[in-house]
T-cell receptor, first 112, second 113 residues
Framework: SQTIHQWPATLVQPVGSPLSLECTVEGTSNPNLYWYRQAAGRGLQLLFYSIGIDQISSEVPQNLSASRPQDRQFILSSKKLLLSDSGFYLC???????????FGPGTRLTVL | AQKVTQAQTEISVVEKEDVTLDCVYETRDTTYYLFWYKQPPSGELVFLIRRNSFDEQNEISGRYSWNFQKSTSSFNFTITASQVVDSAVYFCALSEDTDKLIFGTGTRLQVFP
């Protein structure tokens, strides 16, 4: 069966510091991968999605970036964090376009 | 433009009551998919159901049931005989046969013993 991992689970970072969140999927090949952000008390916003290695689509212009160095690894990065980057970051995978997306446990990021 | 509206921000019920969570969607496509996810306090989104636009048959899974009506662009979710473990935020979502999943703002359900 497929499993999706995210780490770290929680992170507290100062403003201006770099960020690297990692997501890995097991038990499947060539998944579509997604990064979402959920601000406190709000819905989910799609940030990036990827249909293959080094194929990244950005949905929201911001100071975040994503990379997919391996088939089942998706990384969310920032060079300098802003206060507004605080939130709950969820990674998801799906077998293909318009298929069900399955979510990881999430990373709770607090920028101080 | 695609949009999902969950007008109920928060619902409180007592255990064993039935509760219906409303979801209204907007899309211009004829092919689309509708989803419900549950987000318990731990934060992880748990997939509940996926329905395509050509299948209006209602679905029942244990205490959960879903009513899809294209005429009113609604995809409502009913929990029968609610339990405390049902307490969570529930999200309805829409996909227009793309990689983009558009979520509603969620409905927080609190079930009291």
């Amino acid at each position: 069966s497929q499993t999706i991992h995210q780490w770290p689970a929680t992170l507290v970072q100062p403003v201006g510091s770099p960020l690297s969140l990692e997501c890995t999927v097991e038990g499947t090949s060539n998944p579509n991968l997604y990064w979402y952000r959920q601000a406190a008390g709000r819905g989910l916003q799609l940030l990036f999605y990827s249909i293959g290695i080094d194929q990244i689509s950005s949905e929201v212009p911001q100071n975040l970036s994503a990379s997919r160095p391996q088939d089942r690894q998706f990384i969310l990065s920032s060079k300098k964090l802003l206060l507004s980057d605080s939130g709950f970051y969820l990674c998801a995978w799906s077998p293909g376009t318009a298929d069900t997306q399955y979510f990881g446990p999430g990373t709770r990021l607090t920028v101080l | 433009a695609q949009k999902v509206t969950q007008a109920q921000t928060e619902i409180s019920v007592v255990e064993k009551e039935d509760v219906t969570l409303d979801c209204v969607y907007e899309t211009r496509d004829t092919t689309y998919y509708l989803f419900w996810y549950k987000q318990p306090p731990s934060g992880e989104l748990v997939f509940l159901i996926r329905r395509n636009s050509f299948d209006e048959q209602n679905e029942i899974s244990g205490r959960y049931s879903w009513n899809f009506q294209k005429s009113t662009s609604s995809f409502n979710f009913t929990i029968t005989a609610s339990q405390v473990v049902d307490s969570a935020v529930y999200f309805c979502a829409l996909s227009e046969d793309t990689d983009k999943l558009i979520f509603g703002t969620g409905t927080r359900l609190q079930v009291f013993p």
